[in-house]
């Protein structure tokens, strides 16, 4: 069984930072393609930025393209998301995404599993 659980939510103002993180566990972690997505009330669920853990290669939603970076540490199975510069339409549930069957997708439905996110609000 895969778990995956997400930290470093909080609250920030605009310009600030923040940094999340997913412990995984039940997982091939180091062979493995996993995804940050978001979704704001009464929005659709919105990827956020994908990696693949084998080789480091990495895409990006248009929207946090150059503020936001995501990486791994696969010693310690877990996954990260440097937000930098954040503004206020990045206030949204965070989410960790593993089991891709298509690696670097930023679609949802090509996820199986999903831990049950990290609240991050941002104030203008």
């Known amino acids: 069984q895969v778990l995956l659980e997400e930290s470093g939510g909080g609250s920030v103002q605009a310009g600030g930072s923040l940094r999340l993180s997913c412990a995984a566990s039940g997982y091939i972690f180091t062979r493995s393609c996993m995804a940050w997505f978001r979704q704001a009330p009464g929005k659709e669920r919105e990827g956020v930025a994908t990696?693949?853990?084998?080789?480091?290669?990495?895409t990006y939603g248009d929207t946090v393209k150059g503020r936001f970076t995501i990486s791994s540490d696969n010693d310690k199975n877990t996954l990260y998301l440097e937000m930098n510069n954040l503004k206020a339409e990045d206030t949204a549930m965070y989410y960790c995404?593993?089991?891709?069957?298509?690696?670097?997708?930023?679609?949802?439905?090509?996820?199986?599993?999903w831990g049950q996110g990290t609240q991050v609000t941002v104030s203008s």
């Open positions: 995404a593993a089991e891709a069957r298509w690696c670097l997708s930023l679609y949802s439905s090509y996820y199986n599993s």
């Open positions: 990696i693949d853990t084998r080789d480091g290669d990495t």
